[in-house]
């Protein structure tokens, strides 16, 4: 087992090295003057004409005008010291730019892991054990529609019927301004409600159906097996034995998922004006912003890396098969 | 081993909605009453000549979403078609041959897994001359994984069946094991996972022409309701202008998901 | 179960508070001493007027005008202008006590006050401006100061500045808004790339309101008034906030519901289809004006057919301009006149006609002019019988591509609609590099580009059109108009040493856009300011501007 948590380490880290290798190529081969987006259309072509040395010495300051061989080995440098430079757009570290828009993203994200995946876990169960009965009649349709609904169509629907219309929640952003203290924590909730209903619908209908088919699987297998080596077993035995094998695939699923708690909310922050991870990779796409864009692909991937090699040692550690038999990847 | 497909309730109205569509984009023209670019008069509500009304520049609406039928099918289409292939090729080489080819695909499936997609996708778009298959390419870049990998699995279940074991030993060429055996043996999978990829890719493509993405004058139903989100028609309660691309995307969404979803359980079951 | 994930949110939520609270509290601790001095004002004073706007609040740095706090400083707000642009478009002094350009336009001599402070209590001296003028010209490299020979002290609050060329018309007018201020000394000094300067001194200035703290996470910035700057008279809005929005629902929405007082956006007025929307609010002006900016289309005259002036003419009957009126300008947008600048633009000359949508006239005058369907494909050819399709590129932004997008729409279709074939570049769409490139070497038939009011108050939209520029410049050659007597023209309006200078040669571009069809307007809009009118008296609605400019600080008043 040590071997094989050692062996999926190795490769978790070869894959993060390809991801920097990939991310650093595609932000450099493509087209286009990244200086143009460092001080400004207007600003670019005034210097053009009248200082071209102010141009270039900016150039240099950003490492542009090095060959690729040589901005890559910087570029690995950079990202073994943590240091990405200033961002374009700002001037201000990216780093901590990023980061801190890392940090309003997790206040969505996290309870949406949590409670999406406790609530879909338990819907899951409900309607997983007895399969075609009532609940899962009723919430099975539900849960597959919402999950048909495209998350920009959701966030319309939403806005505009709580937002525009009844007027219970603000519109957009993310506190209300000169608040203090608890009214500053009441606003932020506030703000954060529509966003975070919608993403933890969404998690939890995905984990509903995950766990739902898991534990009918299950149940039906090991009903047969229980049944023929001791009779007809209690449910209560039955439930504790679907459950141990059930929560096999879900613990691992649940892990994965983790690995989404910054890049899975794009599109629901850009409609809420929520100053997150996703709203800043997409302005960063949009304007060029090379370090700034580097900087949250990597830290999305390395973070999906991370949680895809959490969820593998966890399965190792809880899947029997794998713990005394060490045997290859499932 | 072949067995008549029996269909479900569910997964006949999955089919239901998607005919309906197809028919739709089939017949686009003769069901438009206008040209949808033709410009007649900006912001008409709906009357008896515009059902539902004009937008911004004065297009008959109904006709733009009869026509967005074709743009948002065609690319849903064309992308899980690219999906589904490159993961069916993927997962048979990968889970029948195993050793170095399955190494390097595994690989490259979890590189491909860990690249946050979206984000990929818009980078991709903003660089790709703009255009319908811009849009399939960026997004079926990494909507492929899901479908590999679960077909590897399958894949490597049937190698170790009998009766392949046997003409494996026997001699037969490889192809003929994959396409006599293997395949009819994952074509339902195939065809459910495939489902399910136009509905991934349709809801890709609005939520990408919802950003401002998509291709240039395209009436795709993400773009109109992209141009009715822009034009404000939500404050100006202009609900015929932003209801009808939502109803349609989610709707022939959840078309493909019901055949995707309610024929996997039938599957699933025996 | 659910206990203990609600107590969870609640905990992060507590957590994610604390940080930015704090930081906030920091700023205002340091400041808190000042604030009792300016609160025993005068009863009518205004105690806190609230702006709102649109662009982001994260960089708060005088020298650079990004983000709200650079834009808002174009209003004589943290910083110390020379000069501002009143109602009429005219310049007044503000930092500057009074101010005279010489008639050959080489010299401006000016005063200064003696008693400003920075807003670190240091006092504005003669030796700040000196310095400023040679930061501006040396490190700055400020393209209308290159001839700046000498900042010539002639007193303890008089100078001079002397310049070799006749650019003191130009300096002043071209840059009146942009960084044209007084900077210190003391914190500039030194440093060549102001970007780098992050701290609070960056934000530092002489102007009659200093930055007491800004929280970037609710997107706020909070002022209070400098009673020692008191450029034009007593200071009566004793603190100001800026509040920024993602878009302009958003800001409309919170001017309704009595969040903001007024709104401030430079060059951007509020859509139309917004506008339709708020109509009615009680207590709420729609701050109307009429626009001085444009979107413009330019014919590609490189090639047929834009270089066959019968072909420019008879498209331009073809082009539905109502349409484009709507879809620019809603209800309120207006056909434009054929010299391309509006009415509200200084020099505008009323004599030139109107263009007029005509398309059986543009089918008929194209036939005339040779180009016909020959081969019958419902496509007219070139006269010389060979196909034509027109590329059609609309300027990249991407921020509002959609109304650009929108335009083409509206232009292609109405050229399809008299047979002229035509396309859109998708190349540049998404692309600005892609698009500047195509634009420079006039690889189009038609181009359609955007004045913003700024631009139009000065260099004017004829900028875009020409081919060919002076020795020395090379920024925006969008233009294919490549005539010496235009270009000459363009230069002598730009480097005027008067208003009758600049208006007779901005009325033969005029004349010259009109009669040779190379360029036309596509739209006059009306533009929309909106500010509230319940709390405060003494607004001033600038055309193109709205209600925040250097006076209000000044007038603004409470009911």
Redesign the interface.
Known sequence: MTRHIAQKIA?AF???F??IT?SFF?VHI????PV?HLV??EEY???????PE?LN??IA?YGLDDSLPVQYGKYLKNIVTMDFG?SYT???PVVSNVLKAC??TL?LS??TW??GG?LGA?LGVIAGWKPGKLFDKIMT?IL??V???????FC??L??FLA?RMKLFP???????????MA??QS??QHMFLPLIIMILYRTSGDF?LMK?AVS?VRSEEYIMTAESKGLPSRKVLFRHVMKNAMVPYATSFCMQF?GI??GS??IE?VF?W?GM?TI??NA???RDFPT?QF??LL??AL??FA?LISDIVNAAIDPRIREEGIQ?? | MHKKIRLNA?ATAGLLIILFFLIIAVFAPVIAPYDPKEMIASYLPPSKEHILGTNDVGQDIFSEMVYGTRVSLYIGIFAAFIVTGVGTVLALVSGYFGGLADKII??IT??A????S???T??LI??LNPGKWSLIIAISITAWTGTARILR?RVMQLKELPFIKIEKTMGVHPAVILFKHILPNIKDIILTRGAMAI?GA??TE??LS??GLGEFGEKSWGSV?HYA?FRNS??KKQYWW?VPP?VC??VC??GF??IG?YGKIKK?GE | ?KKK?VS??LS???C??M???QS??AAETSTETETEAVSESTGNHVENLIVGTIA?Q??FNSLT???AFGRMNYNGFTQGDFVYRDENNNLQPYFWKSFEISEDGKQIDFTIPLDAVWHDGEPVTMDDVVFTFEYMRDVR???SL?NLTEVKVTGDDSASLIFSEPDAYYWINSSCNNNSCVYAKHIWEGI??P??L?GPEAAIGCGPYKLVSY?S????SYYEAVPENDFLGEITVDKV?V?S???E??LM?AMMNGEIDTMYNYANPIDADVIDTVQGTPDLDLGESDFTGCYQMEYGKDRAPGNDQAFREAASYAIDYNQLATTINGEYGKVPGKGVIPPSCKGYDESIGSLEFDADKAAEMLDEAGYKDVDGDGYRELPDGSQMDLTVIPQYS?KSMDMRNRIAEVIMNSLDKVGIKNHVDNDSLS????WEDTVTKGNYDISITLTTSGMASYSTAFRYFMGELRD?????LWGTIRDDSFRDTYYAMTQAVNDEQYIENNQKLQKYVADTMAAEALCWETAFFPYRTDKYTGWENYPSWGTVHATTWYRLTAK
Request: hydrophobic share 45%.
């Open positions: 490769t070869v894959t993060i390809v991801i990939i595609l493509m087209p286009g003057d143009i400004g259309q072509y005034y210097l053009l004409d009248n200082d102010t010495k900016l300051r200033p700002n001037q201000k940090k309003w206040f996290i309870p949590i409670i406790l338990l349709p597959l529609i999950n048909t609904i495209p998350s920009n169509c319309l629907i806005l505009i525009y519109i957009n952003g993310m506190v209300s301004p000169g608040v203090e203290g500053r924590v932020i909730l159906m088919s699987q690995g910054l890049s794009m599109i850009v004006g100053k996703g990779l997409y796409v949009s304007n864009a949250c692909f999305s991937a999906v890396v895809n990847d499932a | 569910a595994t690989a979890n590189i897994m860990a690249v946050p979206l984000p990929l818009v980078l903003a660089y699995a509905s349709m809801m609005a939520g919802f950003l309701l989100f939500i404050m932003y939502i995307i989610c969404v959840l998901m019901l979803y699933g | 179960m994930t969870l949110l992060l939520a507590m994610l508070t940080l930015p609270g906030v509290f982001d994260n960089v005008q990004t983000d490299k400020n393209g290159q060549d790339d970007t780098t992050d929280d996470d609710a997107q706020v906030t509040q929005y993602s878009d629902t958003t929405m991407s692309n600005s590099e892609v020395g410049e090379s920024s925006w």
